[in-house]
């Protein structure tokens, strides 16, 4: 099984702390990229088992995204930052929800990484890996991903 649960990557939480990945809209750009479940991490010095999509993975990679379909083509839908902010002690952000329409997708999981920082640099640095729990399907219509709501205890990146 290629993917195993969702997970903030572990390169992503370095780096952070090395000041990479600016989230304040506008910035960095970010892109969720759908995988099926024999999708194949790339895995820098983080561990991992090689065929597991789970923290140890550090960069997108093509191996077995879906196809292009519809709205979505290879390296995935360029997302739209949701603005980070707080409350109580509590940093978050977030995406608006992603729709792929017109795609006929068959997918189990995905990745958001980043692709380009706000100086305008290339980069397949990855965030977060999504797992779906099951494949999930869109037949010559639309594909949606659902972010929950951005808030203290919700949003898809928090740090407590």
Known sequence: MAFSGNFMCTSFKVELLQGKHD????????????????????????????????ASVTDYSANNEVGNSGDYSAGGGTLTNVTPTSSSTTAFTDFADKTYGSSTITARGAIIYNSQTAGGSSTTDAVLVLDFGADKSSSS??????FPTADASSAIIRIA
């Open 23 to 54: 989230f304040t809209n506008g910035q960095d750009q970010f892109k969720l990229a759908l995988f099926t479940n024999s999708a194949e991490p790339t895995q820098g010095s983080f561990g991992g088992s090689g065929s597991t999509m789970n």
């Open 141 to 146: 219509g639309d594909f949606q991903i659902v």
